[in-house]
């Protein structure tokens, strides 16, 4: 098991270091000059403040020698300084992820509750009315695009009936304590919604599945000639066994939702990460854009990993060398 | 389901019912002290100097800060930190020999900054050295390049000595706390905008910063000492929805009570206006004008008639009345209306395909069988036109314009970009073949000299200095472009600004399309918003006369 890990550990620095270069590469040749588009909007401007613009902000050098600077600075521990902002970066971010973790563990436990819960049950009650049920909404929860679904949730939910907020993270002027814990809860309501929409779509596809595998074999047929009620054979022995995969799907499954974060910040104002990323990428701030990408691709690294290491752990049948 | 089962979605359900009726009535009791302001934008600074986005600059320019002289809704200018606006006749405005001048100020002594320090001249002539520092983070140095030096003889009077003629030298400069930004300077000049003024800033305005929840909202508080009159609403409230789609949902749903850089278009606006009628749509003349540079160096847009019979060959008119209502007027020049140099009279290009055709016969092209025109050479009268990728009412219009010319013998491709690929390149570096499409966003300081001299045409040569982008060239225009830059009495620059056009508009380097309008929401339940329709006077630039009405 150590040198599996050590051997993911290395592949996980290639493909970041890999994956940094193709990032910076694009986003150097993304045309739209960061200084060139200050200096249309000023027509007074002079080649002289442009020049002294593109020292300033260090973009007078070849990008290659701009990456290896960035690399450099970002193996010392130092994520650089934003050029939108003209704060660092690591502080940028720190204000962020709270807010991302927020947004996406509440998704992901909605996801997962409602979604093995649906699994189950339409495992359970296979071809059932209940079953057919859960599967169109499953299909349409992997095709509806969040996007759209966001803004229809607000058109829905906060215009028509005015029930949520349309967009932002919490009230300004709150009371701190319990009134602001309550104020979060209410913004959360909408956007976890449909961040947890896909989630929830896929995991109880999968539940589905692997529950009807578990059910059919010897072992809880067995637990069933045995006496016991349904209930136990059901959540003590089926119910183990068919969460196995699914845990492995939901370590995999979380990269994916922190990368979908992007456009649901974006339409509910949240934020977060994904929403830094969007105006990041829109602003050219490079050394903003840089860094989360490159924490969204360590984060798909680690939960890869996790996901291997915790199904090894779960199921005794696997082994890692 | 199981009683287990149904006991805790009832449960659920409760729990929800309660903060659904909780939430919204605590809140409510809020709302009299407060206006939120919804932008599409979040500010990247608060100096106003450092910042790109226009969001920094409508929150401190207006409210944090008050400016020496700003401008009113009637684009006129009036006194904000000074006792008076310096002109010519009252002897606080002087012409010097060789070309210099003299503007005095006089600081009012009852202000402040908002931590209680006295606000002086001695902070403006620390904040022009700061500024000009070439190691500060200052966007442009166009204007202070032209100042010799500022002086303050005493603690409320500031002397500017002028090294050349600057028609609006009476509109004030930037002025900084010198105690707070100070330190920061001296430590590192090029560090200032990470400097803690530019995130918390203490300003002398009606409205205190009080924090920067970052991604969300910016809260500012009223100044209980600010000596022009307390603001009567207690607190405003800057929120960012940066999808126009969204905050238009929130306007509607009553969530923000006014909006400011807001990105809607017409149709935004009077949805806004039949689905919530709590709601005042404002539509303010601004100086923004939609227009179509044409690329001179090309070997049919050189000739004027060709220019000339586009223009007779689009319906300008009808664009306006089906896209935007009427409710954009018509532009025949490339001043708008409310402008002090705008010229009714130059020459017009109404709709008229019968003179565009004759123009274009003219010019030498013929019929050819696909009913495209051909030119002397035979070569396909065909050109691209180009404008940002993604604005559906730009995109509108091109397929409006394609059409009418195409029935006038020229056939149009549309070759779009990204704005930054747009406005970073391909403009400035004169990357159209042959039309590009967009708009100018101009103030009452705007002179022509830069779009219309010939030696601003970007070229290599010149670093891309320039903002001349058809590179159109007339020695006459250049000559009073000359005057206009250094004529300080307004009505000798009037008549210069007015002549300029007449031969602007005979030239025609420039479709002129449209005037745009400035578009914001506000709660009718809140008295005096007047929104000034010029950029840098934003929305907010007499909150601290708001009032919520019962």
């Not at chain 2, 401008?71 to 020999?97: C, R």
């Not at chain 2, 910063?209 to 609403?233: C, M, N, Q, R």
Request: with cysteine; glycine share 6%; charged share 20%.
């Amino acid at each position: 098991m150590q040198r599996f890990l050590a051997r993911r550990l290395v592949h996980g620095v290639i493909v970041l270091v890999g994956l940094s270069i193709l990032m910076f590469t694009l986003l150097v040749f993304t045309p739209g000059d960061p200084v060139e588009l200050l200096a249309a909007s000023n027509p007074d401007i002079r080649p002289e403040d442009v020049a002294m613009l593109r020292k300033y902000y260090g973009l007078d050098d070849p990008f290659y020698v701009r990456y290896f600077k960035w690399m450099r600075s970002v193996v010392r521990g130092d994520l650089g300084y934003s050029r939108t902002y003209g704060t660092p970066v690591a502080k940028i971010i720190g204000e962020r992820l709270r807010n991302t973790i927020w947004l996406v563990a509440t998704s992901v436990v909605i996801a997962f509750v409602i979604g093995a819960t649906a699994g189950i049950y339409s495992a359970l009650r296979q071809y059932s009315k209940t079953d057919y049920a859960v599967t169109v909404l499953a299909f349409a929860g992997h095709s509806v695009p969040a996007f759209w679904q966001g803004i229809v949730f607000i058109l829905i939910f906060a215009v028509w009936l005015p029930w949520f907020p349309a967009g932002g993270m919490l009230t300004p002027g709150v009371a701190p304590g319990w009134p602001a814990f309550l104020d979060r809860l209410w913004h959360l309501v909408l956007p976890s919604a449909v961040l947890a929409t896909f989630g929830m779509a896929t995991w109880a596809r999968y539940t589905r599945s692997s529950m009807l595998e578990v059910i059919r074999q010897d072992y809880v047929r067995t637990a069933r000639a045995k006496g016991n009620p349904e209930k136990v054979v059901i959540n003590k022995h089926a119910l183990r066994n068919a969460l196995i995969p699914i845990i492995t799907l939901v370590a995999l499954s979380i990269p994916a939702i922190l990368n979908g974060a992007v456009l649901t910040e974006t339409v509910f104002s949240w934020p977060g990460m994904g929403l830094l990323l969007f105006q990041a990428v829109l602003g050219h701030d490079y050394n903003v854009a840089m860094a989360v990408i490159l924490f969204l691709a360590l984060m798909t690294v680690v939960f890869n990993l996790l996901a291997d290491v915790a199904y090894a752990m779960a199921d005794p049948r696997i082994r890692y060398e | 389901m199981s009683a287990r089962l149904r006991a805790l979605l009832a449960c659920a359900l409760i729990t929800a019912l309660g903060l659904g009726l909780y939430i919204p009535s605590a809140l409510a009791q809020q709302s009299r002290d407060t206006v939120v302001i919804g932008m599409a934008q979040e500010p990247d600074c608060l100096i106003g100097d450092f910042c790109q986005m226009a969001a920094g600059r409508a929150i401190e320019a207006n409210s944090v800060y008050l400016g020496m002289v700003p401008y009113n809704d009637k684009w006129q200018l009036f006194a904000g930190s000074v006792e008076k606006v310096p002109t010519l006749k009252d002897g606080d405005w002087q012409l010097l020999p060789g070309g210099k001048m003299k503007v005095t100020y006089k600081f009012k002594r009852n202000f402040t900054w908002q931590d209680g320090r006295p606000h002086t001249a001695l902070d403006a002539t620390w904040s022009y050295l700061m500024l000009r520092n070439p190691r500060s983070p200052t966007l442009s140095r166009t204007i202070l390049r032209k100042i010799d030096n500022m002086s303050a003889p005493d603690p409320y009077t500031l002397v500017v000595q002028w090294n050349e003629r600057y028609p609006f030298a009476n509109t004030g400069h930037s002025v900084y706390p010198r105690h707070i930004l100070e330190r920061d300077y001296q430590r590192d000049p090029s560090g200032l905008k990470a400097s803690r003024q530019a995130r918390f800033p203490i300003g002398n305005g009606p409205y205190k910063f009080v924090e920067w929840v970052p991604g969300s909202h910016i809260t500012l508080e009223a100044y209980d000492k600010y000596p022009e009159g307390v603001p009567k609403i207690k607190r405003q409230v800057w929120r960012f929805i940066l999808d126009s789609t969204v905050l238009q949902a929130n306007v509607i749903a009553n969530q923000v009570d006014a909006t400011e850089i807001n990105n809607f278009s017409i149709e935004q606006m009077l949805d806004i206006e039949k689905r919530n009628t709590q709601q005042t749509a404002h539509y303010t003349p601004a100086l923004i004008w939609e227009h179509i540079d044409l690329n001179l160096d090309n070997e049919w847009l050189k000739d004027k008639r060709v220019r000339q019979a586009m223009a007779h060959a689009i319906n300008r008119e009808e664009l306006s009345q089906k896209l935007f209502y009427g409710k954009q007027p018509v532009s025949h020049t490339w001043l708008p209306e409310r402008h002090e140099g705008f010229n009714a009279n130059v020459k017009k290009y109404n709709f008229d395909q019968a003179r565009a055709r004759a123009l274009l016969t003219e010019a030498g092209f013929t019929p050819g069988p696909d009913g495209i025109l051909r030119d002397r050479a035979g070569k396909r009268f065909e050109m691209s036109i180009m404008t940002t990728a993604g604005n559906a009412v730009r995109e509108q219009v091109q397929q409006i314009i394609k059409e009418q010319l195409r029935a006038v013998g020229l056939d149009l491709r549309i070759d779009n970009r990204p704005a930054g690929v747009l406005f970073g390149q391909t403009t400035r570096r004169r990357e159209f073949p042959y039309m590009v499409m967009y708009a100018w966003v101009m103030s009452p300081l705007t002179l022509p000299h830069s779009f219309w001299n010939s030696d601003q045409i970007p070229t290599a040569a010149n670093n891309w200095e320039g903002s001349n982008y058809p590179g159109w060239r007339n020695a006459e225009s250049d000559k009073l472009n000359n005057q206009i830059l250094e004529e300080i009495d307004t009505a000798k620059r009037v008549a210069l600004l007015k002549k300029q056009q007449e031969i602007w508009a005979e030239d025609l380097p420039v479709i002129p399309l449209y005037f745009r309008l400035q578009l914001n929401t506000s709660n009718k339940r809140i008295q005096n918003v007047k929104p000034a329709g010029l950029a840098g006077t934003y929305i907010n630039w007499n909150s601290q006369t708001w009032a919520w009405t019962q």
